[in-house]
T-cell receptor, first 118, second 114 residues
Framework: AQKITQTQPGMFVQEKEAVTLDCTYD???????LFWYKQPSSGEMIFLIY??????QNATEGRYSLNFQKARKSANLVISASQLGDSAMYFC???????????????FGQGTTLQVKP | DAGVIQSPRHEVTEMGQEVTLRCKPISGHDYLFWYRQTMMRGLELLIYFNNNVPIDDSGMPEDRFSAKMPNASFSTLKIQPSEPRDSAVYFCASSRGTVYNEQFFGPGTRLTVL
């Protein structure tokens, strides 16, 4: 069964430092996509970054990068130069293409709350 | 381009009443998703549509929930009758594809059933 695990319920980081949010996934499908979303206290879900299972290079989007280790089934989000506005809940999610009923579904982890300290 | 639009943003109702949530996806997106977010269960997919056709409704909790997509620019999620345990934030999202395309979420509807 497909599953996303985020083991860090909460994290603190000092402003301007880098932080890594952990995500491991489980699927037997060879084709899948991994996503990170940010949910600030206002409640909206903001897409941050995407990594495809066949992508050879780690995805990057501005200050966000995804450390994709396929053999370990991990897709950690790295935020460089943290800002106060980065304080939010972060969700890792996966979508698979396997011809099963899970196709197209985004399966979310439980989320990690990040607090950036000034 | 406008993002995904949801209405109402907040809904407070009494147990037993009918609730209708509305969603307008991003133009050109063929997929529409309804999610529910609670503290206990996190984010869970209720149903999704492809080209207005329901593809997977296995996440719909029970017969009290129904969803429709009469055209490419409008979808509804209806709860009848509502119960206090339905209190949650309901998100609508849309995308161009599934596995390899990000989903764009609406602002959500915060539903409180008293």
């Amino acid at each position: 069964a497909q599953k996303i695990t985020q083991t860090q319920p909460g994290m603190f980081v000092q402003e301007k430092e880098a932080v890594t949010l952990d995500c491991t996934y489980d699927t037997s499908d060879p084709s899948y996509g991994l996503f990170w979303y940010k949910q600030p206290s206002s409640g909206e879900m903001i897409f941050l970054i995407y990594q495809g299972s066949y992508d050879q290079q780690n995805a990057t989007e501005g200050r966000y990068s995804l450390n994709f280790q396929k053999a370990r089934k991990s897709a950690n989000l790295v935020i460089s130069a943290s800002q106060l506005g980065d304080s939010a809940m972060y969700f890792c999610a996966m979508s698979t293409l396997g011809g099963s009923s899970n196709t197209g579904k985004l399966i979310f982890g439980q989320g990690t709350t990040l607090q950036v300290k000034p | 381009d406008a993002g995904v639009i949801q209405s109402p943003r907040h809904e407070v109702t009494e147990m037993g009443q009918e609730v209708t949530l509305r969603c307008k996806p991003i133009s050109g997106h063929d997929y529409l998703f309804w999610y529910r977010q609670t503290m206990m269960r996190g984010l869970e997919l209720l149903i999704y549509f492809n080209n207005n056709v329901p593809i997977d409704d296995s996440g719909m909790p029970e017969d009290r929930f129904s969803a429709k997509m009469p055209n490419a620019s409008f979808s509804t999620l209806k709860i009848q009758p509502s119960e206090p345990r339905d209190s949650a934030v309901y998100f609508c999202a849309s995308s161009r594809g599934t596995v390899y395309n990000e989903q764009f979420f609406g602002p959500g509807t915060r539903l409180t059933v008293l």
